[in-house]
């Protein structure tokens, strides 16, 4: 493990202690199954948006791809009455095609990607409000199609299934990106994409599938949220999701400036986020102290990192 | 009036972790004086330099200037006492003009609460510094869009701006062509008439031979020696740097002559570049033989070596490889094709930095050691040893980043990633650059041995001795085109420079 990842693990172990000891009832299993159901659910989008980060881009479409996507998933299903494996594979394939869209948009005009997915941020939002005509969405009863919202409200051995859908996803982007040909030049390119170029790695191509996945594993995201609050309203449905992804990436080790993160920091950093506001509930701080306390932590996270020393990741001279 | 020497570095000592760089170190600088510094890379010139400059703190030793004891915590107390250093690296912001860059930090203001920039003054003086110099750059120019040896005079006026009293040069003339080189020895010459002491860091022995008044010798971090002016020969310095004579390479056999009617490995008909569009270059080189490339700054020999390999588009022309015409549009289409080019910005195109010296080797060539699209890690491993111990890369453990690696050792390293592929063309772009004399060898042996290998090398260079004993032709560029090929026989530096000022 990276000292980065030892760092927050330990961070998130003694944080876990100390809501232990303050409100017992953390460790109840329902508390635990609520907070892992989260963790698994974030954490999905976020190893996509991290993936991003590493190539030195930035993806701030996330929250608005959920609101998209998840009303146009209830639309499929309750109003129109797709089956639910065709509106599963659709929502899943305009999430990728999305991702593609951005992906195009920056490598191939050389668009900025903070401007490319801000824009997408108020797209995808508007879309969602005029197709849903601003009005909330739901799945009703469920019924047709108990095994999609299985996704959500289901579990394995206890495990809530997002967390092992989330476990899946890492494990594969995990060798993706650390054992794979495709990760190597990924991170290439986000250290040196220049140097890369000259190397012979197709950086553009390389770029442009980083955003594709992201925006697959928004929708995947989008499915499991859209069920797990079974209310879709387009003005709020996942807002500021992007700011929990690239905050759980930028805890996680990756660098805004690209070239580095893991997979297993970018979970760990989900998992830190979603422990605190588990505390902020537990501890009955007012909610709207939500966002302050995680950045409290946040910050004191990164000035203890910076003042025991950042040696570089190899050879450190 | 102090008759002793403007500068005196006693007994400097400087230590890093793990490593002494600096051990009890002398140097004294006279005012009109040009003292030439030279070492090995990791001789410890630039540590002694940046003590200077106050970027590092001296574990012991004094620093006398003028006689008075000087404490440097920093840069600026360095600027103060008139001290002005110019690394190898350009210090400027790309993003700002020239003007700007020049008064970095001393910006003049008008008088008033608002202390507004001072444009008229600053750009004036911009412009009389740079004519001092010879160097016709408008001082509202953007120096990212300057050549390298633009910049590099800008950095130049910058220290004249301020006065200094010491001027120390780290490796100046690195990216200058000879014309240019020898427009700034006049300068330095200048200076020194009208007292300016100098220090001048450099691999080019050639020139500390012509320009200094003494040598100052480093070797591991200690003084190896001080050459006095009658004493400066290239041998003695190679002696003093090395501790120990290195025997001259014998000079290259030269490559088997083509069969006739054979097909040239490569082809070049009628290539433009971007930058002269103009220009037409024709040209072949033969599997085994090594092809250099001369020419002044700005002729457009990188150019050409980016239009070929992929980098760059080219504008027209055809490239035919072995007699095929091959479609290059991309570096991946060139390098599939087997033509790899070693470019010249080493840190930012020829090497990545942050990564490993294993991640470096491997880059081009992954999908080789890869199967179903995961790397395996044992036997990247292993060619990636395999190829540094080859070229005798020097660092802990092919686990370090390049970026830690010194000059030589990073160039290593970026011609390393080619071998796996058995380039059928290797283009190098100074290749020694900023290289100590033992890597430089080093490096001079693995281009022959490409070469003997049946490679097609094309070695651009500005270094004239390296381009006099390397190559078996050499083509000369002048804007553009290829004023003259010459044959080994015919090649000296002055018939090289006769077609390369056209």
């Known amino acids: 493990m990276t000292r980065q990842e030892i760092t927050i693990l330990l961070l998130l172990l003694v944080l876990c202690a100390i809501v232990a000891a303050a409100s017992p009832q953390f460790l109840s299993v329902v508390n635990l199954q609520n907070v892992a159901r989260l963790v698994g659910t974030y954490g999905i989008f976020s190893i996509g948006v991290g993936v991003v980060i590493i190539t030195g881009g930035i993806d701030l479409s996330v929250g608005s791809i959920c609101a998209l996507l998840g009303v146009l998933l209830s639309m499929m299903l309750v109003e129109w009455g797709w089956a639910p494996a065709v509106a599963l594979a659709a929502v899943l394939a305009l999430g990728g095609v999305l991702g593609a869209a951005h ?156 070239g580095e993160g893991t997979v297993l920091g ?52 | 009036m102090t008759t002793g020497p403007l500068l005196k570095m006693a007994e400097i000592s400087k230590r890093f972790p793990g490593v002494v760089a600096l051990d009890r170190v002398d140097l004294d600088v006279a005012a009109g004086e040009i003292v030439g510094l030279v070492g090995e890379n990791g001789a410890g010139k630039s540590t ?56 970095l930090g001393r910006e003049p203001h008008r008088d008033g609460l608002l202390r507004l920039l001072d444009r008229r003054r600053m750009e004036a003086d911009t412009e009389r510094q740079l004519a001092r110099i010879g160097a016709p750059i408008p001082p509202r120019t953007i120096v990212r869009r300057l050549s390298t040896a633009q910049q590099q005079f800008v950095a130049i006026a910058r220290a004249l701006s301020m006065n200094a009293r010491l001027l120390v040069l780290d490796e100046p003339t690195a990216s200058l062509g000879s014309g240019e080189a020898e427009r700034l020895h006049a300068v330095l010459r200048d200076l020194r008439a009208h007292g300016t002491a100098i220090v001048y860091i450099s691999h080019r022995l050639g020139e500390i031979e012509a320009l200094a008044d003494r040598a100052a010798v480093l070797r591991d971090g200690r003084n190896a020696g001080v050459l006095p002016r009658g004493e400066i020969t290239r041998d003695r310095l190679v002696q003093l740097m090395v501790g120990r004579a290195i025997e001259q390479a014998p000079q290259r056999p030269r490559a088997p002559a083509p069969v006739p009617g054979a097909v040239a ?24 033989e090594v092809l250099g490339v001369a020419g002044l700054i700005g002729a457009g020999r990188s150019e050409l070596a980016e239009a070929i390999c992929g980098v760059a588009a080219r504008r027209a022309g055809r490239v035919l490889l072995d007699g095929e015409p091959v479609g290059i549009h991309s570096a991946r289409d060139a390098i599939r094709a087997g033509i790899c080019l070693v470019p010249e910005d080493r840190r930012h195109r020829g090497v990545i930095g942050a990564m490993t010296v294993r991640e470096n080797i491997t880059l081009p060539a992954l999908a080789a050691y890869s199967r179903l699209g995961v790397v395996r890690r044992t036997a990247e491993a292993r060619a990636a040893e395999e190829i540094a111990r080859m ?112």
Request: net charge positive; aromatic share 6%; hydrophobic share 50%.
């Open chain 2, 265 to 288: 490995r490569m082809q070049l008909e009628g290539v433009r570049t971007g930058r002269y569009p103009a220009a037409e270059v024709s040209v072949t080189v033969n599997a085994g």
């Open chain 1, 103 to 258: 992906g195009l948009l920056i490598t191939r005009l050389g668009l900025q990607p903070f401007i490319v997915t801000l824009c997408g941020l108020l797209l995808y939002r508007g879309a969602a409000r005029y197709i849903a005509d601003d009005s909330t969405k739901g799945f009703g009863t469920g019924q047709g199609f108990e095994w999609v919202r299985a996704l959500a409200s289901g579990s394995v051995g206890g495990v809530p299934m997002p967390f092992v859908v989330m476990c899946l996803v890492g494990l594969m982007a995990w060798v993706l990106l650390h054992r794979s040909v495709y990760g190597r030049h990924l991170f290439a390119v986000g250290h040196n994409a220049e140097a890369a170029r000259y190397s012979g790695v197709r950086t553009r191509a390389v770029v442009a599938w980083a955003y594709v996945l992201s925006g697959v594993l928004a929708a995947l995201s989008a499915v499991i949220i859209a069920f797990y609050t079974n209310s879709i309203s387009p003005a709020s449905h996942g807002n500021f999701y992007e700011l929990y992804a690239i905050a759980a990436a930028v805890i996680g080790g990756c660098s805004l400036r690209g």
């Open chain 1, 266 to 317: 970018i979970v760990i950093g989900a998992a830190l986020l979603q422990v605190l506001r588990n505390l902020v509930n537990l501890l009955d701080i007012p909610g709207s102290l939500d966002f302050a306390v995680m950045g409290a932590v946040i910050l004191f996270g990164a000035v203890a990192d910076q003042l025991f020393g950042r040696r570089m990741r190899r050879g450190g001279a």
């Open chain 2, 48 to 103: 002694l330099m940046k003590v200077l400059s106050g970027v590092h703190r001296a574990d012991s030793g004094a620093i006398a200037i003028g006689g008075v004891p000087a404490l440097l915590h920093g840069p600026a107390d360095a600027a103060r006492l008139g001290i002005a250093i110019i690394h190898q690296e350009l210090e400027l912001v790309g993003t700002l003009d020239a003007a700007a860059n020049v008064f």
């Open chain 2, 391 to 502: 070229l005798t890369v020097r660092a802990p453990s092919i686990e370090a980043a390049v970026a830690t690696l010194s000059g030589g050792n990073q160039q290593k390293v970026a011609l390393g990633k080619w071998l796996a592929r058995r380039p059928r063309v290797i283009v190098f772009d100074e290749p020694t650059q900023g290289v100590d004399v033992g890597a430089k060898a080093e490096i001079h042996r693995l281009v022959r041995r490409l070469a003997d290998d049946g490679a097609a090398v094309v070695m651009i260079s500005s270094d004239m001795e390296e381009i006099v004993a390397e190559s078996d032709r050499v083509a000369v560029m002048h804007e553009g085109r290829i004023t003259g090929i010459l044959d080994r026989a015919q090649c000296t530096p002055q018939s090289i420079m006769r077609l390369a000022v056209a």
